[in-house]
Nanobody, 126 residues
Framework: QVQLVESGGGLVQAGGSLRLSCAASGNIFSINLMGWYRQAPGKQRELVATVTSGGRTDSADSVKGRFTISRDNTKNTTSLQMNSLKPEDTAVYYC????????????????????WGQGTQVTVNS
């Protein structure tokens, strides 16, 4: 019902920058929260940053001051600007959205649903 498509991953040298983007499409009435998580090999998936529909942001201490999350509510997109990248930022980055679906009568459905993108690889070389 909802698809999240990420783009922008790649290979970069330490100290460099990358920008990730995520576009949500489908049976969406509203998106209450969008965010980025990452998972490095052998580690659990962890929060990177989130942003609410009202623009309130939250981020992991490890990325504060280096990563900036933003979103465009009119386009159902979110972006993650990553600066001063470090080798420890290497991971697969996943987009997440908490969505209120649209009913057949185009009103809001009940409840919220969580969706994930397929992930995009970010590799930072030292």
């Amino acid at each position: 019902q909802v698809q999240l498509v990420e783009s922008g991953g790649g290979l970069v040298q330490a100290g460099g920058s990358l920008r990730l983007s995520c576009a949500a499409s489908g049976n969406i009435f509203s998106i209450n929260l969008m965010g980025w998580y990452r998972q490095a090999p052998g580690k659990q998936r962890e929060l990177v940053a989130t942003v609410t529909s009202g623009g309130r942001t939250d981020s992991a201490d490890s990325v504060k001051g280096r990563f900036t999350i933003s979103r465009d509510n009119t386009k159902n997109t979110t972006s993650l600007q990553m600066n001063s990248l470090k080798p420890e930022d290497t991971a697969v980055y996943y987009c997440k959205a908490i969505v209120v679906l649209t009913t057949p009568h185009y009103g809001p459905g009940s409840g919220e649903y969580q969706y994930w993108g397929q992930g995009t690889q970010v590799t930072v070389n030292s």
